[in-house]
């Protein structure tokens, strides 16, 4: 899995980007993708739960980073995704979109950070996010994380 970021362009509205689109392909004007560094089944922390295992913050809660294992026994239905980017790791700059590929192949085997032109199939776009600018300089460590929950197919 790999997380990828672009959109050096702003939107029409700065203060209120567009609704993510689900059947999008790609980001649009990817500046790079990074190795996801991190995947756990999590769930939420309940009030007052004493946690047996890591938690992590997201927004203003809280959630549970569950062992494979215990998946089921613990009920975890969510999918908690996480990688850092570096400041030198990709140009300087501004970004809007973030996205989750899976299947991505590199031109060349074992690189965690890819450039638009290290990739040979970019995969599959999973989930993309639509966001205010973010500024990117070489001092600055990003860290993304996403919390992912899942649908039934109808």
Same mark, same amino acid.
């Given at each position: 899995m790999y997380l990828g970021i672009g959109k050096q362009d702003a939107w029409a509205n700065e203060k209120m980007p567009?609704?993510?689109?689900?059947k999008r392909k790609t980001i649009q004007d990817p500046?790079?993708?990074?190795?996801?560094?991190k995947v756990s089944l999590s769930r939420k922390l309940e009030e007052g739960e004493e946690p047996k295992y890591p938690t992590v913050n997201y927004g203003t809660q809280e959630f549970l980073l569950v062992?494979?294992?215990e998946g089921y026994n613990e009920q975890a239905d969510l999918v908690y995704v996480e990688t850092d980017i570096l400041g030198d790791e990709f140009k300087p700059g501004e970004y809007r979109q973030?996205? $989750?590929y899976i299947?991505?192949?590199p031109k060349e085997e074992?690189?965690? @950070? $890819?450039?638009?032109q290290d990739v040979q199939d970019p995969g599959k776009l999973m @989930?993309?996010?639509?966001?205010?600018?973010q500024n990117r300089t070489p001092d600055v460590q990003v860290k993304e994380i996403f919390i992912?929950?899942?649908a039934p197919i109808a």
């Amino acid at each position: 899995m790999y997380l990828g970021i672009g959109k050096q362009d702003a939107w029409a509205n700065e203060k209120m980007p567009p609704k993510d689109d689900p059947k999008r392909k790609t980001i649009q004007d990817p500046i790079g993708y990074k190795k996801v560094k991190k995947v756990s089944l999590s769930r939420k922390l309940e009030e007052g739960e004493e946690p047996k295992y890591p938690t992590v913050n997201y927004g203003t809660q809280e959630f549970l980073l569950v062992p494979e294992e215990e998946g089921y026994n613990e009920q975890a239905d969510l999918v908690y995704v996480e990688t850092d980017i570096l400041g030198d790791e990709f140009k300087p700059g501004e970004y809007r979109q973030v996205g $989750l590929y899976i299947e991505m192949k590199p031109k060349e085997e074992g690189k965690r @950070v $890819l450039l638009p032109q290290d990739v040979q199939d970019p995969g599959k776009l999973m @989930v993309v996010e639509n966001r205010q600018q973010q500024n990117r300089t070489p001092d600055v460590q990003v860290k993304e994380i996403f919390i992912l929950s899942f649908a039934p197919i109808a």
